[in-house]
């Protein structure tokens, strides 16, 4: 049973502390995404990855977040320094393109 | 810009059939993607539309029309596990992804 995992589910932080997220992509996928969501603004594309070449991260802040495929089976999300409106559910997602993505468990931030 | 809408909420009954719609605007289209997120959970793929009409599986149907840019999805026979947030997405011609802000349905027994 194939599945997109992610690491850690659950993160609190205090204000400036660097966080890293992870994400196994589904075997075989050839594309990676990483989003937040919020109440306020639902899902958001931060990065998107195509054989593991970074194709889209004009949603993501520049100055505090990075986004990076070192191999194909981990994708990595980092924030440094953090804020509090950081706080959000983090997902990664993996598919083919033009097909359906599968999304990850999501990684619940808090950062105080 | 790129934008998609969809209504914030819908309120429906147990064996109802209820229709949740979204229209579009974007750069280009390659393919219109209906998800299911259940409160705390991920997003579960549903429905896939690239061509005009309409597409069933199941109780599930979901409707396209590119001229329009408008899709709807159809929900029979309502159970009360179809509460959830339905996400309404668009593959646009610039290969990306957008996301509406999702309808959230409630259904009452």
């Known amino acids: 049973d194939a599945r997109v995992t992610q690491t850690p589910r659950d993160k609190v932080t205090e204000m400036g502390q660097e966080v890293t997220m992870r994400c196994q992509p589904i075997?075989?996928?050839?594309?990676v995404f990483w989003y937040r969501q919020t109440m306020m603004q639902g899902l958001e594309l931060l990065a998107y990855f195509r054989n593991r070449a970074p194709l889209d991260d004009s949603g993501m802040p520049k100055d505090r977040f990075s986004a990076e495929m070192p191999d194909a089976t981990l994708a990595t999300l980092k924030i440094q320094p953090s804020e509090p409106r950081d706080s959000a559910v983090y997902f990664c997602?993996?598919?083919?393109?033009?097909?359906?993505?599968?999304f990850g468990p999501g990684t619940r931030l808090t950062v105080l | 810009g790129q934008n998609i809408d969809q209504p914030t909420e819908m309120t429906a009954t147990e064996g109802a059939i209820v229709q949740i719609n979204c229209t579009y605007q974007?750069?280009?289209?390659?393919?219109l993607f209906w998800y299911q997120q259940h409160a705390g959970e991920a997003p579960t793929f549903l429905s896939y539309n690239v061509l005009d009409g309409l597409e069933e599986k199941g109780r599930f149907s979901s409707f396209l029309s590119r001229s329009k840019g408008y899709s709807y999805l159809l929900l029979k026979e309502l159970q009360m596990k179809d509460s959830a947030s339905y996400l309404c997405?668009?593959?646009?011609?610039?290969?990306?992804?957008?996301f509406g802000t999702g309808t959230r349905l409630k259904v009452l027994a």
């Open positions: 974007t750069s280009g289209f390659n393919g």
């Open positions: 075997l075989g996928h050839n594309t």
């Open positions: 997602a993996s598919g083919l393109v033009r097909n359906e993505q599968f």
């Open positions: 997405a668009v593959f646009s011609g610039t290969y990306k992804y957008i």
